[in-house]
């Protein structure tokens, strides 16, 4: 695609190119002008000299007569290309054949031919100096328009670059920049674009804080009744029978796994990059986690990778708890490498989300149709492609050859 400033340099120059042209043009037509001032100059010639039967030296005499006071050479021909008399060096006879004159121009010299009446020809050689000519208006009109096109490229390139800077910042701001302003130079419309740019992001990034700290804060006041109803729990494990005791206990670990999961995407909403990175042996984090489920096996090869460990463990910790929640035991993980990647794949014997819902389960609350216990799959799997896009990679959702999915993490190596 075309940059902007070429856009604009490309059609100044078009614009230049069309004026000196219709110049030109204009120069042409208006030249009949001159042709019939050169007839008449012809014809003024012809009456001065003498016949074209009288001797050479009548013709001479009439010819310094004309050309007194010219400096230039000035030769008169015969019909036949001969030379009848001469002022000067003597000249190239002229090749046409016409009543009127010539002008012809080379190696800053004009030379003008006017064709008598009588088959005569009168050839004057004068400096370019001497006088303005069409040659010296077309180069003249040339080198102005290489001039202003030269000075009109920095003007071009300047207001493009004003223009590229604030398309910079609408992409920072886009790619989750909060803090992307750009500079305001000038008065013009540019200048006031970048101003409403400028206000524009910091609304966004007043209500993007806000947002966030609204979610920290409840997280976090979610805690103390989190805390108290444990509290309770505990007081009533004696006298509750042991069924609602599990159903409770298995309500407020859900709570608090919804709570460490709201505050962990808003940790990471808020940082661009890792806060914390550390040589990681990714299979050796795997097999820990592994080892905290039931009927999960591991299988893989030993990777290192640089990361942070607790962003890591949580991302291997959230799809196996998603495994254990919507699958079928056993769960397979496997850690693989690939191209400049590391792989971590896991899935189970159940079928799985379809493939419609590849994309949607990787969405924030998202319900999916295919879970056996009819819940939502939270954040956990939300979470597990921010961790995962952090660390140079991405997730998702594949089919395996025996047309179950199966999801699919990539993490960039060192």
Known sequence: MLRLYLRFYLALLASLVLFGVATAVMWRLTGSSMEQAGTTVGRLVQNVLPPAQSPAAVQ?????????????????????GSIIAAIGHPLQPPGAKRFGTIAKHWDGIAVSVIHLQDSRSLVARVPLGNGSTRLFFHLMLVLLVAAIGVAAYPIARQLTRRLERLQRGVESLGAG??????????????????????????????????????????????????????????????????????????????????????LLA?????VNEIEITEEIDLL????????????????????????????????????????KRHGIPPTQVRVTRGEGTAVVTVWDNGPGPSQSEFEKVFKPFYR???SRTGFGTGLGLALVRQIAQ?????????????????????LALP
């Not at 101003?195 to 979610?222: C, D, G, K, W, Y």
């Not at 949580?314 to 708890?321: C, D, F, S, Y």
């Open 368 to 370: 999916s149709s295919s």
């Open 390 to 410: 952090r660390h140079g990679g991405d997730a998702s959702c594949v089919i395996a050859d025996d047309g179950r999915s199966r999801f699919t993490v990539t």
């Open 266 to 270: 808003s940790r990471l909403t808020a």
């Open 60 to 80: 001479q005499d009439a010819l310094q007569r004309i050309a007194a006071g010219l400096e230039s050479d000035v030769t008169l021909f015969a019909q036949d």
């Open 284 to 323: 050796a984090l795997a097999a820990e986690e592994c080892s905290r489920y039931d009927n999960v096996h591991l299988e893989g090869t030993q990777i290192s990778i640089r990361g942070d460990p607790r962003l890591l463990r949580r991302l291997l910790r959230n799809l196996l708890e998603n495994a």
């Open 177 to 262: 920049d909060l803090s992307a302003r750009v500079a305001v130079e000038g008065r013009d419309e540019v200048a006031r674009l970048a101003e409403s740019f400028n206000r524009a992001a910091s609304q966004i990034e007043q209500l993007v804080r806000a947002h966030q700290a609204l979610l920290a804060n409840a997280s976090h006041e979610l805690r103390t009744p989190l805390a108290r109803i444990r509290l309770a729990v505990e007081l009533l494990k004696g006298s509750a029978d042991a069924k609602s005791n599990a159903g409770l206990e298995q309500d407020i670990a859900e709570l608090d796994w919804l709570v460490d999961e709201i």
